[in-house]
Structure formats: structure tokens, C-alpha cells
């Protein structure tokens, strides 16, 4: 049987290797190892470094010797007759190897690989870039890439990167990580274009050794950033990964993700239902829930959201309460809103009294409130709505619509409107920002005068910043739940096939199944519904056919034992014609069952993440509406019961017009038993599917159970 899942510990297994990272993200010597005046990355390298100001030593290295980039170089890192903390490498990838032994003459905490031609290019590729990563593992050194553009250290005005920088924007809020070295430069501009400061990009390029994983786990031990966003194209070592994502969660610094591709699933999968309802990435769409990650679909939206989530920090309760001077500007919001999940609750009654004490006679207090244009009269009318507003005990935070100009404006209009939009914030009960309408870049003019007045202000536009804080109520709701799903199991030493066998296994977990007798002939059949006393259901019982009503390899409703004996002959007839080549067991007598509620629960095998657990409505309707929740194994009782309520359908589960409820704690525990029934098989189980699990009077019960494993095929 299973164990309870492992909890996080409050430090991460990995702070010796930090020690290291620190030394090497925060170096007070940098060797440019392959600089040359030709060279447009060490020439981008050196002037980054400059124009930060790093404080530290520069030293070209060059065989050559003389003077580069203004600076004597030395012929090699050794030759530099000191201790250097950091190289970057910008020498072809034939030279590497000899290069590690320099680097670790001079003592070398870490190096970024700026050169490309390995992993990426093929398995020969690959093979050079793990020797590279065993030689520098071998002497201590850690590396970051191959094949990335370095990392920035804003903090410590230390910029390894091999692009031109934008100066560094003041006000630091979240680091990012990246695996492409390009895309986190396109982010960077974004964040400029925003006015938003970081603390660091790490590009982390082909991971021979500094993952995503140690990024993370690093950032949040050191970092003063006070959110984590990643641009993933895959994740690499799925276990460290969520180990580092939840270390990040538990210290505050909530992780936010774009992720690209999909997670490949075992091609058996497809021959029973999971596979096909699971597809391409929503293994990792629940890996996100279970670790609180939150999950965004753009570039744009990944700085927006990312800087919210750093600047606001978590809320108390998800109503947004939404103020502007348009009804337009309001009706927008709430469509928006609702399309991302955003809640707008309507205003208590003690808020509206006393906004109609506030407001004009001729404005109406609703949420979103519109102040009409009597605000540009009287712009004390936002600080005295903001105030009242955020005293609604259904709203845990407030927002103001407003465009401020890019450039200080002469009448003085935006300084007058912030400055009100400012006092509204320090007077409201509940945290509080101001957004654009549209998505608009933000001068350092605007973000300063934003920050003088005390406001938080985001130019990412209605949606983006809709959607962001709606993602942020989510992640405030369920922050310190992450569940990382680390399988500890005991395994069992069989490899059930058939369907009785199935049920006999799930029952050895503590789920209830369907009684069932499997039968040699028609005379036995006979028997078994005798010994059942009412309708019976005849199946028939092979290893080698998943799907029985395709073969006509199932019989309901059967009374009698004239019906049940014609039945058994008839249904044994259908499948010998169907599939002669099976291997047939028997024929199954059950007692029928009517009315409640199916469910369908299947596990998968996801070749990246692991076993997954996928819940849904059951019978035909899992293959018509594809209407799932997903987990991976193990899952908690409390996560099951989170499955049920994101289901689309979920209002059946609650006595749909007049229907009886499911009781939701008890389809729960079945859920759980299901997952760990199929982690104690053998690691080459593909599939283990219960359809239907059937919900009636507080009973939860399986019908049916199904397994596919390594190398079978069902035949067409």
C-alpha cells in the first residue's frame, strides 16, 4: 500500500551547490575567455559590464595576449596569476574540453558556454556535451549552458550576457529564467518597455549542467525578487523541478510559467480512453495546480502577471473591486473578467448607501463603478470611492482604470488624478493598484510619479491585468498547499489483464467493486445469476479486448435462465466471429445496476512527468465531451475532491434537476485508492481505467476495469 505523500522541508537538498551558484552569479572577477575585438559577443560582454558599472575585475583571455577591449589580457586563465570566480566561454566547441582544465587552475566557481553544436545538433552532440559536463562536474566547477546567452545579476550590476542591455530599471520586482537565451531577451525589453525592474536572468540554454531546477531553488534562497517567472520549452528533471518550484512557493516567491510543447505520452495510451483525453501538455497543466504554479500563455502576459503577482503579494479574498470614469470602460471589464475567471461581486448594501452618500445623484454605485465624469471636477470623488469601496466585505482588492500620459502633461490633469488615486490607496482596507485600459509602455516619468504618490500601477492593459489578478486570487487561495507528487509505493508482484482481475486488485486497495463470477459455459452462467437473484449483465472476459461492446462482447438486462443461457451462447458467438484471435477467459456475471452517477477515472503514463490520474463524467459522455481533470500520482483526498469541482459538468454531480447527489468525500477516497492501485503495479503499466465508477445513495462502486501495458495491441 501506498505511504502518505512526503512533505517539503523547510531548507532544500540542494544548498551546498548554492554556495557555489552564489560564488558564481555574483563574481567579483570575470574572465572573458575567448575575447577578441572581432567578436560582437565579447564585445556586447565587455560593454554590458562596463555600463553596469560592475565593480569587480575584468580580465580578457586570448593566447595571443596584448590588449583587449582597452584591458591586458592574459593568455589563459591561470596565466591571469589569480583566483577568478567566473568565466564566460566564447570559444569554439572543440576547444571546451582543454578549456575546463584552465578554468580550473585559476579556481573558476562556474562558466557560461556561449558556444552552440551540441545537445542540440544530435546524439554525437549530445555525447560531447555530457563529457563536457563530467569534466567540469569532475574538478567543481558548474556550468551554465551550452548554448545560452549567460544570466544578468542586476542586484550586483553584474551582467555575463552576450546581447546589448538596457540600462537597468530601478525598483527591482521578479527574476526570470529561461531556456531560450533569445526569448528572455525579447522579455527584457518587454519589462523595460514597462518600466519594470529585475533582479536577474538566468538563460539556461541546454542544461548540461545549471538547470531550470537550480535556477529556481537559487533565486528563491538569494534573491530579493519577489516573484519567479520561467520561459520553459521542456522540463528536464521533472522531480528536482517540483521540489525547487514548492521550495520557491514556501518562501513567498511564487513561480509563474510559459511553457511551449508538450509532454509526449506513451503511444499505448491511446488504445483506452486516458491517453486520448489527456493530450499534449495538461500533464503539465496539473503538475502546475498541484504545486501552485501559475500558468500564463504570452510574453506579455507572463511580465504583467509576473510583476503583480511580486508587487501586490498574495490577497485575502478574490472579489476585485473595479472603479473607472466610463460605464463603457466598466462594461468592458466585466465581460473580460468573467472570460478569465476574474470575480466582480456585487456591492453589499452598506457599501452602496454609502457611495450614494459619496457619489453625484445621478451616478449609480455598482461594481465596476462608474464616477461619471464628475471626477474631472472633483477628483476627491476617486480617493472617497476607492476608500468605500474596499470596506465591501466581498472585495479583497481595488483597482482604478486610468491612462496617465507618457510625458509629464502641462496642464497638470494626471498629476491632480494620481495624486487622488494615491490617497485612495493609502486610505482603502484592501491592497490596491492602478491599470491602463489598453497595453501601454510606461516612461520612467509615469513610473515614478505612480511611485511617489504610493500607487501600484500596471500598463498591461484590461485583459492582461485582468487576467493576472484573477490568476493571482487563485494562487492566494491555495498558497502553502503544494502537494509535490513524489510516488512511494510498494509494488505487487502481478499484472492483472482481464477485468475480474482488474476489480480483484482495485478491491485489494479498499475500493468497492461490482460482484462478478466468471463462467466456463452456458450452464454455469445459469448458476451465477441464480446465486445473484434479479437482472444480470453477461461480459465477456479477455486479456486481449479493452473495448467489449465493440465486439458485441456484452449482454444487459438478462432475466431468466432461458434468456441468460441464449444470451451466453449468443454473445460467445458474436465475439469468436469479432475476434477469433483472442484469447477468451470466460464469460463475466454481474448483477445489473440502474440509475446514479458514472464516472470515468483513468491513470497514464506521461513519458516526461510520470503517472497521471484523469477524472471525469463516465460512460459515453468521457469520449463526447473530453470533459477531464487531470493530477499525477499521488493525489490527497483534497485534491480529488478539487477534480470533481473542475469539471464542466460538475452541476450532475449535485442532483441535477431532482437527481440524486454524489457524495463527493466518498467519490473522492475512490479516486485516491484508484491512483494508488495503479502505482503498485509494475512500472510498464501504460494504463489502469475504471468506466463507469458508478455514484448512487452514498455508494461509490466499480463496474468495470481495464489495464494496457508495454507492447500490447488491441487488434482491429
Known amino acids: 500500500m501506498m505511504d502518505d505523500t512526503p512533505s517539503i522541508p523547510a531548507t532544500h537538498s540542494s544548498e551546498p551547490s548554492r554556495g557555489l551558484l552564489d560564488r558564481f552569479i555574483r563574481p567579483r572577477s570575470i574572465a572573458l575567455v575567448g575575447a577578441t575585438e572581432r567578436s560582437i559577443w565579447s564585445v556586447a560582454a565587455h560593454d554590458n559590464l562596463v555600463r553596469f558599472g560592475f565593480a569587480g575585475r575584468i580580465i580578457p583571455v586570448n593566447p595571443k595576449g596584448g590588449t583587449i577591449h582597452g584591458l591586458p589580457a592574459a593568455t589563459s586563465c591561470a596565466a591571469a596569476g589569480e583566483s577568478i570566480d567566473a568565466a564566460l566561454l566564447m570559444v569554439p566547441a572543440t576547444a571546451l574540453l582543454d578549456t575546463i582544465e584552465d578554468l580550473r587552475s585559476a579556481g573558476v566557481a562556474g562558466a557560461v558556454l556561449l558556444s552552440s553544436g551540441f545537445a542540440e545538433m544530435g546524439s554525437a552532440g549530445a555525447v560531447q556535451q555530457a563529457q563536457l559536463a563530467q569534466a567540469a562536474r569532475k574538478v567543481g566547477i558548474r556550468l551554465l549552458g551550452p548554448n545560452c546567452l549567460g544570466f544578468v545579476n542586476y542586484i550586483d550590476s553584474t551582467p555575463m550576457w552576450t546581447t546589448p542591455l538596457r540600462r537597468p530599471t530601478p525598483g527591482p520586482t521578479f527574476a526570470l529564467v529561461s531556456q531560450s537565451g533569445a526569448l528572455a531577451a525579447h522579455l527584457e525589453q518587454s519589462a523595460h518597455q514597462q518600466s519594470i525592474g529585475l533582479t536577474h536572468i538566468i538563460s539556461t540554454g541546454n542544461e548540461a549542467d545549471v538547470d531550470v531546477a537550480d535556477a529556481i531553488d537559487y533565486l528563491a534562497a538569494n534573491s530579493p525578487a519577489r516573484a519567479i517567472a520561467l520561459f520553459l520549452e521542456t522540463v528536464r528533471h521533472p522531480a528536482r523541478f ?200 510606461v516612461s520612467s516619468e509615469t513610473r515614478a510619479l505612480a511611485e511617489d504618490n504610493g500607487i501600484i500601477y500596471s500598463g498591461g492593459g484590461l485583459r492582461h491585468v485582468l487576467r493576472a489578478i484573477g490568476q493571482l486570487c487563485r494562487w492566494s487561495a491555495r498558497r502553502g498547499r503544494s502537494n509535490v507528487p513524489l510516488a512511494i509505493v510498494s509494488r505487487v508482484n502481478s499484472q492483472p489483464g482481464t477485468e475480474r482481475e482488474v476489480l480483484n486488485h482495485l478491491a485489494a486497495f479498499g475500493l468497492d467493486v461490482i460482484p462478478g463470477a466468471v463462467v466456463g459455459s452456458a450452464d454455469e452462467a445459469v448458476a451465477a445469476a441464480r446465486k445473484i437473484g434479479g437482472p444480470v449483465v453477461l ?40 475476434r477469433p484471435d483472442a484469447r477468451i477467459e470466460g464469460v463475466i456475471v454481474s448483477p445489473m445496476r440502474t440509475g446514479g452517477v458514472e464516472l470515468f477515472v483513468g491513470t497514464m503514463r506521461d513519458s516526461q512527468f510520470g503517472a497521471a490520474i484523469a477524472v471525469g463524467l463516465g460512460g459515453v459522455f468521457v469520449e463526447v465531451l473530453k470533459d477531464t481533470s487531470l493530477r499525477l500520482l499521488p493525489v490527497t483526498e483534497q485534491d480529488a475532491l478539487e477534480m470533481l469541482d473542475e469539471l464542466r459538468g460538475r452541476a ?65
Open 242 to 441: 517540483a521540489k525547487a518550484v514548492a521550495y520557491a512557493d514556501s518562501v513567498g516567491k511564487p513561480v509563474i510559467v510559459l511553457k511551449v510543447g508538450s509532454s509526449e505520452a506513451a503511444a499505448q495510451a491511446a488504445q483506452a480512453h486516458t491517453g486520448s483525453l489527456v493530450g499534449n501538455d495538461r500533464v503539465f497543466d496539473a503538475l502546475c495546480r498541484q504545486l501552485g504554479m501559475t500558468r500564463v500563455r504570452s510574453l506579455e502576459e507572463l511580465v504583467i502577471t509576473a510583476d503583480l503577482f511580486a508587487r501586490l503579494g498574495p490577497v485575502a479574498r478574490p472579489g476585485l473591486g473595479l472603479i473607472a470614469m466610463s460605464g463603457g470602460l466598466g462594461e468592458i471589464a466585466t465581460d473580460q473578467a468573467e472570460c478569465e475567471g476574474t470575480r466582480i461581486p456585487p456591492l453589499a448594501s452598506s457599501t452602496t448607501s454609502a457611495l450614494r452618500e459619496t457619489l453625484p445623484a445621478f451616478a449609480t454605485p455598482n461594481n465596476p463603478l462608474d464616477l461619471t465624469g464628475a471626477a474631472m471636477l472633483e477628483p476627491d470623488l476617486i480617493t472617497r470611492a476607492m476608500e468605500v469601496t474596499s470596506r465591501d466585505p466581498e472585495v479583497g482588492l481595488i483597482a482604478y482604470v486610468f491612462d496617465p500620459p507618457v510625458k509629464k502633461d502641462k496642464l497638470g490633469f494626471a498629476e491632480r488624478f494620481m495624486r487622488a488615486i494615491g490617497a485612495g490607496a493609502k486610505a482603502s482596507a484592501k491592497p490596491s493598484l492602478m491599470l491602463s485600459a489598453t497595453f501601454s509602455p
Open 539 to 578: 461480459k465477456i472476459a479477455s486479456p486481449n479486448i479493452l473495448h467489449k461492446t465493440e465486439v458485441g462482447g456484452v449482454a444487459l438486462k438478462i432475466v431468466g435462465d432461458d434468456a441468460v443461457r441464449a444470451a451466453h451462447d449468443a454473445l460467445r458467438g458474436r465475439v469468436a466471429a469479432a
Open 652 to 716: 450532475i454531480l449535485d442532483g441535477f434537476r431532482g437527481a440524486p447527489a454524489v457524495n463527493r468525500q466518498a467519490a473522492a477516497k475512490a479516486i485516491v485508492a484508484i491512483g494508488n492501485a495503479a502505482l503498485a503495479l509494475a512500472p510498464n503499466l501504460v494504463s489502469l481505467e475504471v468506466n463507469p465508477l458508478l455514484a448512487w445513495d452514498d455508494q461509490i462502486e466499480a463496474l468495470d476495469g481495464v489495464t494496457v501495458w508495454d507492447g500490447e495491441r488491441e487488434q482491429a
